[in-house]
């Protein structure tokens, strides 16, 4: 397969390659060191009483090479593992590679077509039909959407010679060529993987299908999984459900039920219906509020809309679009399953002022009107009108009223328009509740989207919650939340109306099928159940480590409407249902507590994917039945061991208790709607006792600021960028590309970046390790060394919170970028005063970095360990640093020292240009507070709380105001906003009453940096505690922790 699509940067051709090679070189070097020294393999028996981390990451479908998006996500388990090993701990970060499902096969299938249709190799047609926005608008619905490239061409792009593609015609062969690539790229990206729990998936792994076929036994004999009829996303072309992994467009989507009303027209028939007439025909508006059909006043239809004619199962004919059609007929609402029978073809405006009968209505007669707004991509095309209580409505319904033309160009009869009718009251708005929303987002026609969007929210919203039906009738005075559900069934029951249901959002599915909602018999999974989903909620909400509150906040909402999900297919790559096996399981259904077959894996399969090598427990699949994996697992008794040795079984049940329950899963924000959840859900059901500790979410990657696809040009495989710029460059810009739920950004020139920063830091470590003139370890600290040595024990005590916040790029910020600014000052600071660096601290430094570093950039920091560190085993293998808690008052004083010369530097610079020539500086330091200052930083920490929400600030400001009122001829108020901003940037400290440091030495022991700053004049400083000239009366302006200061200048 091609490395990638993406090019090399214009620097990185510019600079040559010589770095980057050497940077490899380096990486190849550790990664055949660690796999020789079985350096991440790890198992219970190792020290199985030292505390554990397992972290998991979801294995990536094999129908490709690894591409950027893998290793952006991955990274953040990879680096999490290990900084936890450098806690001490026993960590396992296994791989595996999934195959279940339909993209594979439907590859495969594609690829038989074309040699069947064009030979082998094929001989393509010189033009293909590619995808226009014309394809938007066909009338056949099941017509299968473009693709515009050829399966067969796809594969020669990715670099594949025509011999070799012939192979990827038997889906096996996939499974065969991509794993081993995977698990390659991984090695080459160097990440700390135990490889002997690697595996494939489906049924040409034995001993993992016995695991899933145990797996949905137990839900099984838990009533977990049921058989019927239920609205899933399906694929006519495939004849089968289409699961979020089988699409090509449309992730996430599900089935959005509805109540379709049938509006019965009244005869004559109009004429494009006439051959009709002894038929009863209606049209089907499809409603998400059937509670309101009291009120309907009239029937709106797309006046330019292509709608259809279409017989039913019942012998009725509906009217609607003809894509509403193609869903009804998997609905079993057509005379045979999945057939659209149209008898008529024709456009809304033929159907205008027809009248209909409306159920539920007062009114007798209705009519069909013109509405501009209705979309025929959604739903029937079809809408029943309200408007009392749809703000759409009311909007087009005035259009008429006041638009004579618009009247006359449809051939509509004032009579036809009718005023709303009251049925629901909404406390805000009375029992008119849209025209009062039209009035108060000031909508003028139906045209104006945005304020229709807002008011229809807030009518629905209001509608249910708070409203109470006015009407006259058995509902009168009922709430619309307790009644809606009984209205919507007795328009079933009275067929006044039928189901129906759509995906919420277009979904094409891999095969290039536009997909329906179909009610299809199929095993089902129970998710929704109401004890099954408060074990799962009970958790999220009192043991689950939350790093993130937009994932907790988005898993909680999908366990609230995550209902029942169809398990079983009938075509793809899986594992057999083991109940019903002409079904397979679908690829979300198999993929849920699979964490639990790595613990034992390892002494299964020994890193064979498929299992077909030499067992090291000596266990053939076929061993493994029911009962010794519910041992294995559940430590259920058993009657016979099958054959088994007694100590293998025990051993198998070891790895599994010490490992589980996993600490970490990490994975995209996309799979949270679905596998993240069912992962929860299949966990509380197999595993109540052992549920997952924390799940980590990332948002996307884009790619300089894109998003990556091929068509962009900056598509990027992770074989591709390790080429490009080496694994250590690669993962340090994947860092520095962000961590939260929001998109992060991969910038290629960062990486190029690295590579040539990562080669600067190897070689001043080695040049000033090997020719660098340093004091001697024994020497006394100076002030810039004790600085120097606090910023370090800073930033080791704020990265590791980082770490263990999963801020990846707060880590890069601290270690990568602060901790080599301090580096870099204090090398600047020492050739400045002409002082030598201290060896001791430069080595710290060199050590502290790579330890911190090491989960980031593994092979960079075992060369800096072994090469020039000297150090003996591997770096992987020590210990997080232990460091004192960084000093105070030194790092404040840092600060301070660097605020007053800047201070000094900037007036000094400005006020010399209107200036002759500067004789001396006279600096004025405050040594302590005077006594109406210590009252008023004792009254600020008092209401200090006060200081993070505005309001609450400033009534506390007027508080403080009174309170110091004995002080106020001292003006106290500027002094009292300075230190409330202060400890809004500083924090306790800023209203500290004791100095945390003696200013006056600060300053007098820093007199050369000083007269820098003024240009090398005299320079002299003055405490208020002692006596002092004040030629230029500055010295009363100088405050704690803020001297005061002037310039003489020659006159």
Known sequence: MSTTEAKETKVQQAKGTAKRDFLIDIEKKYQQEWEDNHIYESSASDLENKEKFFATFPYPYMNGRLHLGHAFSMTKAEFQTRFQRLLGKNVLFPFGFHCTGMPIAACADRLKREIEDFGNPPKFPDVQVKKTDDDEKVEDESAEVKTGEYQWNIMRKNG??????????????????????????????????????????????????????????????????????????????????????????????KPQEYTVVKLFLQKPYPKVLEHLQDKRVYLGAATLRPETMFGQTNCWLLPDGEYGAFETNNGEVIICTARAARNLAWQELSPRPGEVVQLAKFLGADLMGAAVDAPMSPLKTIHVLPMMSISTRKTTGV?????????????????????????????????????????????????????????????????????????????????????????????????????????????????MAVPYAEPDKEVISRSGDRCVVSLTDQWYLAYGEEEWKN?????????????????????????????????????GLGTKLPWDEQFLIESLSDSTIYMAYYTVAHLLQGGVLDGSGQSPAGVKPEQLTDDIWSYIFHGKPLTSTNGINQEVLDSLRKEFQYWYPVDLRVSGKDLIKNHLTMFLYNHAAIFPDQMPGSIFANGYVMVNGEKMSKQAGNFLTLQGVIEMYGADATRLALCDSGDTHDDANFEQNNANSAVLKLNTFLEWIEETLTKGDMRDEESEYLFADKIFDAKMNLYVTESKKHYEAMVYKEVFKTVWVSMQDALSKYIETMKRDSIKLHKKLILRFIELQSIILSPVLPHCTEHIWKEYLKKDGSIVNTKWPVVPAADESLLLSDEYLKDALHKFRQSFQKESKAKKKALKAYIYVADKYLDWQIKSLEILSKHKESFHDKEKEDAAMKVISQELKEFMKFKPM???????????????????????????????????????????????IYSLSQTYPDPLKRATRAQPMDPSFGVEWEK
């Open 160 to 253: 594949l010679s025509d011999e070799d593609i012939a192979k990827f015609a038997d889906a096996k062969y996939w499974l065969e060529y991509f794993p081993p690539l995977a698990k390659k790229d991984l090695q080459r990206f160097g990440v700390a993987c135990d490889f002997r729990r690697s595996f494939i998936t489906t049924d040409l792994n034995p001993y993992y299908d016995s695991f899933i076929r145990w797996q949905f036994n137990q839900l099984k004999e838990q009533g977990r999984i049921s058989f019927g009829k239920r609205y899933s996303i399906f694929s006519p072309k495939d004849n089968q459900l289409c699961a979020d992994h089988d699409r090509a467009v449309g992730e996430g989507a």
């Open 535 to 571: 074990v799962v909620m009970n958790h999220l909400k009192t043991k689950f480590h939350v790093y993130n509150s937009a994932t907790i906040n988005e898993l909680e909402s999908t366990v609230e409407w995550l209902k029942e999900w169809g398990c079983s297919r009938s075509y």
């Open 974 to 1020: 500027p002094f009292v906003a300075l230190k409330k901003e202060q400890y809004k940037k500083d924090g306790d400290s800023a209203l500290s009453t004791e100095l945390p440091f003696n200013e006056f030495e600060l300053l007098n022991s820093n007199i050369n940096l000083i007269k820098a700053c003024f240009g090398d004049i005299e320079v002299e």
């Open 383 to 495: 809408v029943t009108s309200v408007p009392s209580d749809a703000p759409a409505d009311f909007a087009a319904l005035q259009d008429l009223k006041n638009k004579a033309d618009l009247r006359t160009k449809f051939n509509i009869k004032e009579e036809y328009l009718h005023d709303p009718i009251p049925i629901i009251e909404v406390p805000e708005y009375g029992t008119l509740c849209a025209p009062a929303l039209c009035e108060k987002y000031k909508i003028k026609s139906q045209n104006d989207k945005d304020g229709l969007e807002k008011a229809k929210d807030e009518a629905y919203l209001l509608g249910f919650s708070k409203g109470v039906f006015v009407m006259e009738g058995e509902f009168k005075g009922m709430s619309v939340k307790d009644t809606k559900n009984r209205i919507r069934q007795k328009l079933l029951d009275e067929g």
